[in-house]
């Protein structure tokens, strides 16, 4: 195993060890976990609605225009 020492500012710190006591597990665990995450093929990380979670109104639009669509074939 492999040694590293990094520095963090307080507020950075303070949530991940609030994420490491919430799940009962070492700093370097949720370290672990965010770099396993990170490094997944996009296809993996970009769910279908993902990619237009930034534009609210957009997703809403779609969801409706599913459901409208999907009640005439009832």
Known sequence: MQKLE????QET???????AQTYNCE????????????????????SFIG?????AELVDE????ILKHRNYRD
């Not at 990094?6 to 500012?9: K, N, P, Q, R, S």
């Not at 700093?27 to 996009?42: G, N, R, V, W």
């Not at 990619?51 to 534009?55: E, I, M, Q, V």
């Not at 779609?62 to 225009?65: L, S």
């Open 51 to 55: 990619k237009w979670a930034d534009d």
């Open 62 to 65: 779609m969801v409706a225009d």
């Open 27 to 46: 700093i370097s665990d949720i370290i672990k976990a965010m770099i396993e995450q990170l490094t997944q093929p996009e296809i993996l990380n970009n």
């Open 13 to 19: 710190f303070a949530k991940i060890n609030q994420l």
């Open 6 to 9: 990094i520095e963090l500012d």
